[in-house]
């Protein structure tokens, strides 16, 4: 498996408080994304990251800021969660630029805005 | 409006019998095209791709077919196996780059393989 791990795996939170997801890769890959999944929706792309400090939006960016301070590291916020938000996410790494034939998932993080 | 469109989301197969998962897209600028696999609590992996430039590839007892004139591919899974229980996810992007460059999933289908 590739060396992405995401934090917290579970999170519980109230409708109005701010949350913060991280991506943590060891593959020193340059390209990393956050997907979220949502039954009748398959996975949608919220942000993307080309570099250290290049980000941009994805599909379902509204609502999300993201990031990318260090090359290993890539943060999703939700500034004021609100339910709409409750999904589960994703991070992917490649190492090659888009179009880019494969991504690298993490296991995921389980939201829930109450 | 969804680009890439799994129209089944359940598939209930015998094992050793055929698999056969299908998936549309709408967008002529699609031209690269994947499956990924994904079990619970896990994430999804990338199966098999294929390009336009083909109609066919085949990696074990996986094969893609894909015929752009109906816009239309599909996965084979041949035998099918209790393993093979998932949810498979197409995905879908253009190699002109931009936001075409990143990929469009479908909204995926269930796989139940009985033994």
């Known amino acids: 498996d590739a060396g992405i791990t995401q934090s917290p795996r579970h999170k519980v939170t109230e409708t109005g408080t701010p949350v913060t997801l991280r991506c943590h890769q060891t593959?020193?890959?340059?390209?990393m994304y956050w997907y979220r999944q949502d039954p009748g929706h398959g996975l949608r792309l919220i942000h993307y990251s080309y570099g250290v400090k290049d980000t941009d939006k994805g599909e379902v960016s509204d609502g999300y800021s993201v990031s990318r301070s260090k090359t290993e590291d890539f943060l999703l916020t939700l500034e004021s969660a609100t339910s709409s938000q409750t999904s589960v996410y994703f991070c992917?790494?490649?190492?090659?630029?888009?179009?880019?034939?494969?991504?690298?998932f993490g296991s995921g993080t389980q939201l829930s805005v109450l | 409006d969804q680009q890439v469109k799994q129209n089944s989301p359940s598939l209930s197969v015998q094992e050793g019998r055929i698999s056969i998962l299908n998936c549309d897209y709408t967008?002529?600028?699609?031209?690269?095209f994947l499956w990924y696999k994904k079990y619970p609590a896990e994430g999804p992996t990338f199966l098999i791709s294929?390009?336009?430039?083909?109609d066919k590839n085949e990696d074990g007892r996986f094969t893609v077919f894909l015929n752009k004139s109906a816009k239309h591919l599909s996965l084979h899974i041949v035998p099918s196996q209790p393993g093979d229980s998932a949810v498979y996810f197409c995905a879908a992007m253009g190699r002109n780059g931009g936001s075409q460059g990143n990929l469009i999933f479908g909204k995926g289908t269930k796989l139940s393989v009985k033994p």
């Open positions: 967008n002529s600028m699609f031209d690269y």
């Open positions: 992917a790494i490649s190492s090659t630029p888009p179009p880019n034939e494969k991504l690298f």
């Open positions: 294929i390009s336009s430039i083909k």
């Open positions: 593959e020193n890959h340059r390209y």
